[in-house]
C-alpha cells in the first residue's frame, strides 16, 4: 500500500479505529505511564502463514506520534512461521501501548486474508482460472481487505458499486428480464464499462448471451451446470462462477472451463493470524 493510497484513504479510517478505541484517553496505560518514556517492543508471529499489512500496522502508531519508529524484518507477501520476530517498534511506550491493539486488529486481519487466499490460490495454480474476491468485507475495512487479497495472490473484482456494472437477480426482476436489464444497462454505462449479469439457469444462460452479456456470472451452479452452460456459451462472453466457493471446493472448478471465479469467503470467512507484541521495556532516548 503505497503513501499516497495510505495519505488518501487508510489515513481517515485508521484515526477513526483508534478514536473507537480510546474516546478521552487510555486509562490503563497513563496509570502506569503518566509521563513520557522511550521503549520499544518485538512484533512476533504466533504461526505459521503470510504477512500482509505491515504499512497499516506502522502508520497506527505514527498517526499517535510521528517520531515512533517501526524496523521490519518482513514484508507484505512473506511467509513467516511461529516464533518468527518480523518488527521492532521503537517510540514512546504511551504510545506503544495505546496503539498495540488498534494496529494488530489491522495486521491480524489483513495477514488472515492474504493467509487464506494464498491457500486457495495456490489450488488454483497451473490452470487458467482468475481468483476474484467480492464485495462482502467488513465495513469502512474494503480497501485493507482487498489489498490482501491482492498479497495472498487473488486479484480484485470491482471495488465498490460505481466500479462497474454488476446486475444481479434483484437488478434483473426490477428491470423485468435479463434482456432489458442488459438493454438497459448499455443504455446508461459508459462504453468503456463492461456488463456482467448474474444468472441461476442454463435458460438464463442463453438469454444473456442472446442479449450481449460481456460477462456471465454463474450463480451457484452445481459443476456439472457450469460445464453445460460454459459450452453454450462457448466464447461469446467471459465466465464466472460463484456462490459457496472455499478452498475446501475451488479445485472442481479448474475441470470446468470458467475465466474468473469469485469467492467471498476469500474476506468474510478468512481467520485471523495470530500475531503479538511481545518483550516492551524501557530504552534510553
Known amino acids: 500500500m503505497n503513501d499516497i493510497t495510505m495519505k488518501l484513504q487508510a489515513d481517515n479510517l485508521i484515526r477513526l479505529a483508534l478514536q473507537e478505541d480510546i474516546t ?47 524496523t521490519f524484518f518482513c514484508k507484505d507477501g512473506d511467509n513467516v512461521t511461529c516464533g518468527q520476530r518480523m518488527a521492532v517498534v521503537r517510540g514512546d511506550i504511551r504510545v506503544l501501548l495505546s496503539g498495540e491493539r488498534v494496529a494488530l486488529n489491522y495486521l491480524q486481519r489483513m495477514s488472515g486474508i492474504a493467509t487464506y487466499t494464498r491457500q486457495v490460490a495456490d489450488l ?8 476474484l474476491d467480492t464485495r462482502k468485507t467488513t465495513p469502512n475495512c474494503r480497501i485493507f481487505e482487498k489489498y490482501a487479497v491482492r498479497v495472498g495472490g487473488g486479484c480484485n473484482h470491482r471495488y ?6 454488476l446486475l444481479k437477480d434483484n437488478h ?19 462504453f468503456v464499462r463492461k456488463i456482467e449479469i448474474e444468472v441461476e439457469t442454463l435458460e438464463q444462460v442463453k438469454e444473456a448471451v442472446e442479449a450481449g452479456a460481456d460477462i456471465i456470472m454463474l450463480d451457484n451452479m452445481t459443476p456439472e451446470m457450469m460445464k453445460e452452460a460454459v459450452q453454450l456459451i462457448d466464447g ?19 475441470e470446468i472451463g470458467v475465466d474468473f471465479v469469485s469467492s467471498g469467503a476469500l474476506t468474510h470467512s478468512a481467520p485471523i493470524l495470530d500475531i503479538s507484541m511481545k518483550n516492551l ?3 534510553e532516548a
Open 24 to 70: 478521552s484517553e487510555d486509562v490503563s496505560t497513563n496509570a502506569v505511564m503518566p509521563t513520557a518514556q522511550m521503549g520499544k517492543v518485538e512484533l512476533i508471529a504466533k504461526e505459521e502463514g503470510v504477512i500482509a499489512g505491515l504499512d497499516v500496522y506502522a502508520r497506527v502508531f505514527s498517526l499517535l506520534d510521528e517520531k515512533t519508529t517501526v
Open 124 to 131: 488454483l495454480k497451473g490452470s487458467s482460472v482468475t481468483l
Open 160 to 165: 465498490n458499486l460505481s466500479d462497474g456494472v
Open 172 to 190: 434483473i426482476g426490477a428491470a423485468g428480464s435479463i434482456t432489458k436489464a442488459i438493454q438497459m444497462a448499455k443504455a446508461y454505462a459508459p
Open 236 to 254: 461469446r462472453a467471459q465466465t464466472e462462477c460463484s456462490g459457496n466457493i472455499t478452498k475446501e471446493n475451488i479445485a472442481k472448478i479448474c
Open 281 to 283: 521495556h524501557p530504552v
